[in-house]
């Protein structure tokens, strides 16, 4: 079981689209419904942003977007601002009562 | 509101096991189709599955550290454990705990404890 692969960092402008992207396996992405990504401000607790491959929960704004094309899954951040400025974990079911996380990236807002 | 708290010794020794409560409030830990999993966080690294528990028992672990690895639940004091033995410095990390949606995503989380190995 490999952790999912993200780029290490992003960065964008205020007001502009950033999209990232978490690159699994036909035995979690690709298979399974169930990629999640989370939203992490380093010394305070992670928070649930994107569900299911692309369902948001109650409060997160709609600017998050979640999608999937085979075995790669891709967070958009549109209309950056500063306060999403964090690091961005996905996650998937991988069979077999496991999940995997993705490496992280941080995004930087310029 | 679901609130979780990570309790536990912030320092460890090589080849001790570790033992972390998480303290649930605001809601029952038997509630829901919840199970209930503890995550960590290497210094400069991502997350890491650790493992999950469901209120009934049944317990999931990550196959790396399913050796290592024992969760228990205590329901009476809406709580559930980790435990991980033969602790080296690559376990040091800040370690979650969060509630598990039936293994699909994790969507309560504490704020996380810091756990450092050494002598």
């Known amino acids: 079981q490999s952790a999912l692969t993200q780029p290490r960092s992003v960065s964008g402008s205020p007001g502009q689209s950033v999209t990232i992207s978490c690159t699994g396996t036909?035995?979690?992405?690709?298979?399974?419904?169930?990629v999640s990504w989370y939203q992490h401000h380093p010394g305070k607790a992670p928070k649930l942003i994107i569900y299911?491959?692309?369902k948001r929960p109650s409060g997160v704004p709609d600017r998050f977007s979640g999608s999937r094309s085979g075995n790669t899954a891709s967070l958009t951040i549109s209309g950056l601002q500063a306060e999403h400025e964090a690091d961005y974990y996905c996650c998937s079911y991988a069979g077999s009562y496991t999940l995997v996380f993705g490496g992280g990236t941080k995004l930087t807002v310029l | 509101q679901l609130q979780l708290q990570e309790s536990g010794p912030g320092l460890v020794k090589p080849s001790e096991t570790l033992s972390l409560n998480c303290t649930v409030s605001?809601?029952?830990?038997?509630?829901?189709?919840?199970?209930w999993g503890w995550i960590r966080q290497s210094p400069g690294k991502g997350l890491e599955w650790i493992g999950s528990?469901?209120?009934?028992?049944?317990?999931y672990s990550h196959p790396s550290l399913s050796s290592r690895v024992a969760i228990s639940i205590d329901t009476s004091n809406n709580q559930f454990s980790l435990r991980l033995s033969s602790m080296t410095a690559a376990d040091t990390a800040i370690y979650f705990c969060?509630?598990?949606?039936?293994?699909?995503?994790?969507?309560?989380w504490g704020q996380g404890t810091l756990v450092t190995v050494s002598s």
């Open positions: 528990i469901y209120y009934g028992g049944s317990t």
């Open positions: 605001g809601g029952s830990i038997t509630s829901g189709a919840n199970y």
């Open positions: 299911d491959v692309n």
């Open positions: 969060a509630r598990d949606h039936w293994q699909q995503h994790f969507d309560s």
């Open positions: 036909s035995n979690d992405i690709g298979t399974y419904d169930y």
